[in-house]
């Protein structure tokens, strides 16, 4: 942790997405939305399949210090008969604006709104990301490790 100047390191033990090939990566699960706060993908349709692991991770995340926001999980969507990993974590920070996916859902509007709340200082952008998904990423993962040859 010296190598790296942390204080503390939060290892999630619970969290996971139908779907989701990464074998759950935190950035369709949790993140930290400024240095006090992380925003969190939270289940509230006790019938949905992620119910139980995602609220064991609300409760190791409620064990921290931080600052939580809870973002609603969109409704199932499915590809093929799979359920795919919608999330709105996998957004992305840019110069002065933020990239949030959405999925044509009801939820779509009010976490548009809970982004323009903690990101007063952003432009917030929603994008539809649902041919995202069907690759089981979203926009985060689709804006990382693009290579480029350099001479």
Not at 79 to 85: A, C, G, I, K, S
Not at 112 to 122: G, S
């Amino acid at each position: 942790m010296k190598l790296f100047g942390l204080k503390e390191l939060i290892i999630l033990k619970h969290g996971a997405l139908l779907g989701d090939d990464t074998d759950s990566h935190i950035d369709t699960l949790a993140r930290f939305i400024n240095e006090k706060t992380i925003a969190y993908v939270k289940c509230t349709d006790k019938k949905d399949v992620h119910y139980k692991e995602l609220r064991k991770m609300e409760k190791e995340l409620q064990k921290t210090d931080f600052e939580l926001v809870p973002l609603p999980l969109p409704h199932a969507h499915f590809f093929n008969d799979y359920r795919l990993p919608a999330t709105y974590l996998n957004f992305v920070l840019i110069n002065n604006a933020v990239l949030v996916p959405t999925y044509g859902d009801t939820h779509d509007a009010e976490v548009l709104e809970i982004f323009k709340r903690h990101f007063v200082e952003r432009e917030v952008i929603g994008i539809d990301a649902s041919l995202f998904i069907r690759e089981h990423g979203s926009l985060h993962c689709a804006s990382m490790n693009i290579y480029t040859k350099r001479d």
